[in-house]
Nanobody, 125 residues
Framework: QVQLVESGGGLVQAGGSLRLSCAAS????????MGWFRQAPGKEREFVSA????????YYRDSVKGRFTISRDNAKNTLYLQMNSLKPEDTAVYYC??????????????????WGQGTQVTVSS
């Protein structure tokens, strides 16, 4: 069992930056591939990024490539999402998720076993 708690969301102007964190507790964090998803009002949840157990492999949705960076610190049991050049269309609740495998570089949510409660990101124009 893994418990995930996101933080770092907030209100930012377009072009600004935020760094989201996801603190994990429970079973060994380094055993899990991790991901970020988001859900905007009235829309389905969508994949943002994923990272392998050791941080050596990453995967992004096209619309955030070059702007967002996923990383992890296994010593701190924490996942990060650095978001730069934010756009109003990035406004959403952001969720972190854990997959009970070392590699899960996929944009489907089915393979993720544990989810956090989410943190709101609002980008004003």
């Amino acid at each position: 069992q893994v418990q995930l708690v996101e933080s770092g969301g907030g209100l930012v102007q377009a072009g600004g930056s935020l760094r989201l964190s996801c603190a994990a507790s429970g079973r060994t964090f380094s055993s899990y591939a991790m991901g970020w998803f988001r859900q905007a009002p009235g829309k389905e949840r969508e994949f943002v990024s994923a990272i392998s157990w050791d941080g050596g492999s990453t995967y992004y949705r096209d619309s955030v490539k070059g702007r967002f960076t996923i990383s992890r610190d296994n010593a701190k049991n924490t996942l990060y999402l650095q978001m730069n050049s934010l756009k109003p269309e990035d406004t959403a609740v952001y969720y972190c998720a854990a997959a009970a495998v070392r590699y899960y570089l996929s944009d489907t949510s089915d393979g993720f076993d544990y989810w956090g409660q989410g943190t709101q990101v609002t980008v004003s124009s």
